[in-house]
């Protein structure tokens, strides 16, 4: 990315929080066409939130899947 880009960018994480997120509900309002996958009012985004919410109770953290694949390799 640019090095104009990096500057507005560090510019931006330094505003308090309420600012940032009325500065990307800005950005996101100036773009002429949404992008597939990304409105929050897309009728099966919930569902498909609380689908892959759900997928996660049966998960485990990398470093619990990292030993396991160690123990697997070292039989």
């Keep these: 990315m640019s090095a104009a880009h990096d500057e507005i960018l560090t510019s ?3 505003l308090p929080e309420a600012d940032r997120i009325l500065l990307a ?3 996101l309002d100036s773009v002429a066409e949404p992008m597939p996958g990304m409105s929050i009012d897309d009728s099966n985004l919930a569902e498909e939130l609380n689908r892959r919410h759900a997928s996660m109770d049966d998960s485990i953290s990398a470093s619990e899947l990292f030993s396991r694949l160690d123990e697997i390799r070292r039989k």
Excluded: M
């Design 12 to 14: 931006v994480l330094s």
């Design 25 to 27: 509900t800005e950005i």
